[in-house]
């Protein structure tokens, strides 16, 4: 079983910064994929960012440039710095952990990860 909590969201104004940390409960952690998502009031959750163990990342065409995703194995935590924000940005941002562990076949794909957390809210004002 593995638990996630986030934190780090809040309210920013466009072109500003924030980092949201995800804190993960479990010994499998180092061995998951890890990834953000997130929904925009009267949309469907999208795919964000995902960091594989071995640190490969694949990032949403929307956030490529902006946003970095990191992961600490030591601390159990991955982390999304994002900059550059802007009002399109404003969503509920969730982490989840991936099913396999050194396995996953579609990183984007919500049915990869087994472990959401309860999802932090972002606020980009214009």
């Known amino acids: 079983q593995v638990q996630l909590v986030e934190s780090g969201g809040g309210l920013v104004q466009a072109g500003g910064s924030l980092r949201l940390s995800c804190v993960a409960s479990?010994?499998?952690?180092?061995?998951?994929?890890m990834g953000w998502f997130r929904q925009a009031p009267g949309k469907e959750r999208e795919f964000v960012v995902c960091?594989?163990?071995?640190?490969?990342?694949y990032y949403a065409d929307s956030v490529k440039g902006r946003f970095t995703i990191s992961r600490d194995n030591a601390k159990n935590t991955v982390y999304l710095q994002m900059n550059s924000l802007q009002p399109e940005d404003t969503a509920v941002y969730y982490c989840?952990?991936?099913?396999?562990?050194?396995?996953?076949?579609?990183?984007?794909?919500?049915?990869?990860?087994?472990?959401w957390g309860q999802g932090t809210q972002v606020t980009v004002s214009s």
């Open positions: 989840a952990a991936g099913r396999g562990i050194y396995y996953i076949s579609d990183d984007s794909r919500e049915d990869e990860y087994e472990y």
């Open positions: 479990g010994r499998t952690f180092s061995g998951r994929a």
């Open positions: 960091i594989r163990w071995n640190g490969d990342t």
